[in-house]
């Protein structure tokens, strides 16, 4: 290092106006202090790794105390080194709990603040494991670690349980929740650790694109990490991590015996690699758990079986390759110089972690869907989506009788008719598509749909449900007692009016993916967005949607022939049984048209099914004639009964 005095000729035109002409031609010495001397030496590069290795003292209650070795954890080195790769921008590290994912990033946080210049923000899920976060493992950090002590001030003052002020820069600490209030801050790095575990209100945007604007100033030199165990398929996590990186990186293990580089994988009965143990599906967990001998993995070449000792030597000697064109991941990010990098993590690779504990929770889950999506979480590091029983157009076809259209069953089974309106359109051209569906007696009774289609106006539709009649083989006319009608989004004006002109026999609606009640009522006064009073009032039914459809789906599953099934008539068009398979439950249990594709004869059956609810047909007493079971002449009771003002009813 150069310590003679050395001159450096200085512009007058940098000097204060006051200073210029009396400076010139003079001579200065200049003292730089201690920290601005250290500061401006140029640092030799170091990978984050071994800086990792010289400089981290991980704190007691860490997983793995003491001094950061790569070793004990050989699969952190090659993202930690990535992430700090001139072209990366953003990390994402889909990893199972315990792989180390928060060392990581302990350690970038500790490099970046010695070698780079730059705040750093780092995000949790809630604020108690920020405040932890900050207390527990940060601040240790910096004081258990020489080198990151020295950037301490000292000052009690300066670490909160929302940020550490050190001597050159800070570090903020903050929790999901709390990042729009952080919006002043700008920052080159960023840590949301634990993504998926975020809960977020604001709709318009989400925790990554808030994070995103606070590094907006630093674009040539950001990066951001996303690091997360993963967990729902439609978290968007999972869809950045599948659609955004130019690059996915996976751990590949080094034999031992052959040093053939592999992808570790679970494996299943037909694969002669991956993960085998003693006793398949029906051996106990606690068994393999108990004795490590028990389970064990199969190199995918030489075939040579590694326990647990010799799995962690594999992944001792692993490195990280790309997964399409099977690059090391040094070679690819100098030759493609990715922006987003992700990296998938399953427990298997992970040094220390049991190949039994895998294979106990895969048992679990074979018997238990919690138990395996923990699996899928937790060990394979995939996401879970949960399992959908897919209803198809062929079953919802076998549920035809032999009916025509238009024709009521007949011998006193029927209890009323009831209907659905879905309204499409925004204007009178749109269509109204309807369902009119028959229900027998009793709690839980078969029904049996009579007419459905869509017509065009309100006066076709009138003429569908009070003009046309509904005739069983007998001749008994059954009129349609009631139904519901979506009101919601468009044409609301004219359905009120449609229903206040038929008061009594229809109700509009909304549809509610949550409410406490299967269905409650409000009261309506004016027509939407105006003064213009309803006269004499209406009342709106609210639905609790999610529990309508479930119970349609359900039904649907119901055999023909079991008491409770829901038939159709005959020649029910395919299309038309299309509508009754789109909608899929989502991870919050709510419905959802994931395609967007016709759905209007699965909205009206629920509406069908709403009305019949709302008239409490279920409570109506049978007529003797139907519940007894020597069956003596009922169509003549029947016939007696039914009438076009009591509609079947007694
Ligand atoms: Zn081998």
New binding site residues.
């Given amino acids: 290092m150069l310590h003679l005095p050395t001159h450096i000729p200085i512009d007058a035109a940098w000097l204060p106006l006051a200073m210029r002409d009396e400076a010139v031609g003079r001579r200065y010495r200049v003292r730089f202090s201690a920290p601005e001397k250290k500061s401006l030496i140029k640092k030799a590069y170091v990978r984050p790794s071994e800086w990792s290795e010289r400089h981290i003292h991980l704190p007691s209650d860490a997983p793995i105390p003491g001094r950061w070795r790569n070793i004990n954890m050989p699969h952190v080195a090659g993202i930690l080194d990535a992430s700090f790769h001139p072209s990366v921008r953003e990390i994402m590290c889909c990893w199972v709990p315990q792989s180390a994912k928060t060392a990581m990033a302990l350690c970038a946080i500790g490099y970046a603040e010695d070698r780079y210049p730059g705040n750093f923000l780092c995000i949790y899920p809630d604020i108690k494991t920020s405040k932890e976060t900050i207390t527990d493992r940060l601040v240790p950090m910096f004081k258990e670690s020489p080198r990151l002590r020295t950037y301490l001030t000292g000052y009690e003052d300066d670490v909160s349980s929302a940020r550490i002020k050190l001597t050159h820069r800070k570090i903020y600490v903050g929790w999901a929740s709390s990042i729009a209030s952080m919006a002043a801050k700008s920052l080159p790095y960023a840590i949301l650790d634990e993504e998926c575990k975020y809960e977020w209100s604001n709709k318009e945007t989400t925790p990554p694109n808030l994070v995103r604007k606070r590094l907006r100033r630093f674009l040539h030199m950001s990066k951001l990490w996303r690091l997360t165990s993963p967990a729902m398929e439609s978290d968007l996590f999972w869809s950045d991590f599948c659609d955004e990186c130019d690059a996915i990186y996976d751990y590949f293990v080094c034999?031992p015996?052959?040093g053939?580089f592999q992808v570790m994988e679970f494996g299943d009965k037909k694969s002669v690699h991956g993960i085998k143990w003693e006793g398949g599906k029906q051996v106990d967990p606690k068994v393999i758990e108990k004795n490590h001998e028990l389970s064990w993995y199969v190199?995918a070449?030489?075939h040579?079986h590694w326990d647990d000792a010799l799995r962690d030597r594999a992944a001792r000697a692993g490195q990280w390759r790309e997964r399409e064109s099977g690059m090391a991941i040094e070679a690819h990010l100098k030759h493609f110089n990715p922006r987003v990098i992700g990296s998938q993590m399953p427990a298997w690779p992970v040094v220390g972690v049991p190949l039994a504990q895998s294979v106990a929770q895969f048992i679990r889950g074979q018997r238990n869907l919690d138990e395996l999506k923990d699996f899928q979480n937790g060990f394979a590091a995939r996401p879970w989506k949960p399992p959908q029983r897919e209803r198809k157009v062929a079953e919802i076809l076998s549920l035809s009788d032999e009916r025509p259209e238009g024709k009521v069953p007949g011998g006193g089974r029927v209890a009323a008719l009831t209907f659905g309106v879905d309204t499409q359109g925004d204007d009178a051209t749109g269509d109204l598509w309807y369902v009119i569906r028959a229900w027998g007696w009793g709690i839980d009774p078969d029904s049996w749909l009579i007419r459905s289609g869509k017509v065009t106006s309100m006066s076709a539709l009138f003429a569908v449900l009070w003009q046309s009649e509904y005739r069983d083989a007998e001749g008994n006319i059954y009129p349609v007692r009631f139904g519901v009608q979506d009101a919601m989004g468009h044409r609301t004006d004219e359905v009120y009016n449609f229903a206040v002109l038929n008061r009594g026999f229809i109700m509009p609606s909304q549809g509610k993916d949550e409410l406490a009640q299967l269905y409650a009522f409000s009261d309506l006064e004016f027509f939407p967005g105006s003064k213009k009073a309803i006269p004499g009032g209406l009342k709106m039914a609210r639905i609790n949607t999610t529990y309508f459809k479930n119970r349609l789906a359900r039904k649907l599953g119901v055999k023909p022939g079991d008491p409770g099934a829901m038939y159709f008539h005959a020649d029910y068009p395919e299309s038309y049984a299309a509508h009754l398979t789109v909608e899929e439950v989502d991870d919050k249990g709510h419905w959802k048209n994931p395609k967007d594709r016709e759905n209007h004869l699965w909205d009206c059956e629920v509406l069908a099914t709403v009305a019949y609810e709302i008239l409490g047909v279920k409570y109506w007493p049978a007529p003797q004639a139907v519940t007894q079971t020597s069956n003596e002449e009922p169509q003549q009771i029947i016939a007696a009964q039914s009438s076009y003002l009591t509609g079947g009813r007694r």
């Fill in positions: 034999c015996e052959c053939a190199c070449r030489c040579a």
